[in-house]
Structures are given as C-alpha cells and as structure tokens.
C-alpha cells in the first residue's frame, strides 16, 4: 500500500488497489486525526482523508463555530480526482457529516453515534452554535443550566436528553434538514450509548427521512456505547474524560454489524 501523506492537519491514506471512493474522515470531540480508520478504509480501496477540523492550525481552538465550508472545501476537492464521494464521520463529526451532506452533494454519508441536532458549543466564556454557515451561526440546542454531573467520570447522557425538552420549538429549529441529503445514508448507534441518545437520534433521522419519501440504513446493537470498533481495531485511548457505556466486545460486535453496510455504501473492494 502506498505511504500515507501526512501533515500537521490531515492524514491521508492512498489504496494500492483503489475502489474509485474518496472519504473524508472526521472524528469527534477528541479532535484527533483517525489515521487508523483511514489505513482500515484504504487497504480495501478507498483513497481516504481524516481532517483535524478545530485545534489545528489557523482553525477554531474548540468545537464552537466551525465554519461548514471547512468540509464543503475537503469535498471539493476530492471530487476532483474521484467518481464517488463520501463523509463518514463519528459523535461531534457525525453531527458535522451530517450538515454537510445537505449543503453540498455526497453520493454517501456514515455518521456513527450521530445526533439529529446541532449542539451548542462553548469558546472563551460564550455559548454558541457548533457550526456556521456563510458566517452566520445555525441554530442549536442549549443546554440545560440546571444539569450537574452525578457520575465520575461524567455521564452526558442526562444532560443531552433534559436539554432536548428545554424549547421544544428551538429543539425542532435546530434540526438537522436530513431529508436534503442526498446519497446514501448509513447510521450506526450503541444502545448503551452514556454520551447522548444516539440510537435514539439514529432512529428519529430515518423516521424524518422516510417522512420525505427517503431511506436510511440503521445499524444499531443493544449493548454497543459511544465508540465504534471496525473490524480490526482496537479501543481508543484518551480524548475527553466522559463516561462512553458499552464494553470493548459489544463494540466490536456493533463494528461487525456495520463493516459490510460500510463496505456496501463506499464500495469498497472484497476481501
């Protein structure tokens, strides 16, 4: 397989034998490059790109008001060079993908534990949302000031979930539009998720896009948490100190439901 092409910002990994898919690979709140996920994708053909999108040089200090043309130009760009585009990202990245794909046209999109909300972000002392679009802040979910954490490390689970009730009217303007999207959508959520309500989110995206006439494939497992083990992989260490749930082989299990819906919608090449 050829070398990797590294810098400070992004990884990319390029296919020996390639499938025709580009990627491009978000993570979540941990802002690290998933190098490893990338190698995944590109022993089986994908040409793949991971992107540090805040922390990283000239780029928003935290997930607060990250500008969405930041991924719309990664997309451009591949587009370039490959027939079939994808955005396939996890958590905080999921929520990224997932407003990107109804801005700009991806023939796939896999959000792993996603939300179907835009979240509120906090940088030097203010409140705002995750993302902007044409400069302007799209509206997001405020949290609940009321929450304190009863757990150490801290659950998040109770916090998402109370902050969603809050204003249900400004709940449903920050939204998602998930029925703009256009591709393939895959979601992929733990039942044990202690972040937030992922496989609760999952199913309210595809119950939103089937409204619309679209569908959606959900890859859900009872047990899984927040993070995600593909085939292949081992856990995460650091990022955030939270509680996750789940256990590594629940993980994995989830990861082994998903591989070949992952493999279907990048087409990516046999084994």
């Known amino acids: 397989m050829p070398s990797p092409i590294v810098s400070d910002d992004a990884y990319d990994a390029l296919p020996e034998h390639p499938c025709g898919t580009a990627v491009l690979l978000l993570a979540g709140s941990s802002g690290r490059l998933e190098s490893a996920r990338a190698d995944l994708l590109s022993r089986r053909g994908a040409r793949v790109r991971a ?61 792993v534990s996603p939300s179907s909300v835009v979240w509120s972000g906090l940088a030097e002392g203010r409140w705002s949302s995750h993302w902007t679009l044409g400069g302007s802040a799209l509206p997001s979910v405020a949290f609940d000031p009321a929450w304190t954490p009863t757990t150490d490390p801290p659950e998040y689970l109770s916090l998402y979930s109370s902050s969603l009730t809050l204003d249900p009217a400004l709940t449903e303007v920050a939204s998602i539009p998930v029925e703009r999207l256009s591709g393939d959508l895959l979601l992929i959520a733990g039942g044990d998720d202690r972040v937030w309500p992922s496989a609760a989110f999952a199913t309210a995206i595809a119950e939103r896009r089937r409204a619309h006439g679209s569908r959606t494939t959900v890859v859900l497992h009872p047990d899984a948490g927040h993070r995600l083990l593909l085939p292949g992989e081992i856990p995460a260490a650091g990022g955030v100190n939270m509680a996750r749930g789940g256990t590594p082989s629940a993980d994995a299990e989830l990861g082994m439901r998903a591989w070949p819906e992952i493999s279907r919608i990048l087409d990516l090449n046999p084994d």
Do not use: C, K, M, N
């Open 51 to 111: 992107i540090r999108w805040f922390g990283g040089i000239g780029q928003r200090p935290t997930a607060h008001e990250v500008p969405i043309e930041l991924f719309i130009d990664q997309i451009e760009l591949l587009r370039r060079d490959h027939d079939r585009v994808a955005i396939f990202g996890t958590s905080f990245g999921a929520e990224a993908a997932l407003v990107t794909a109804t801005t700009v046209e991806v023939d796939a999109t896999i959000a």
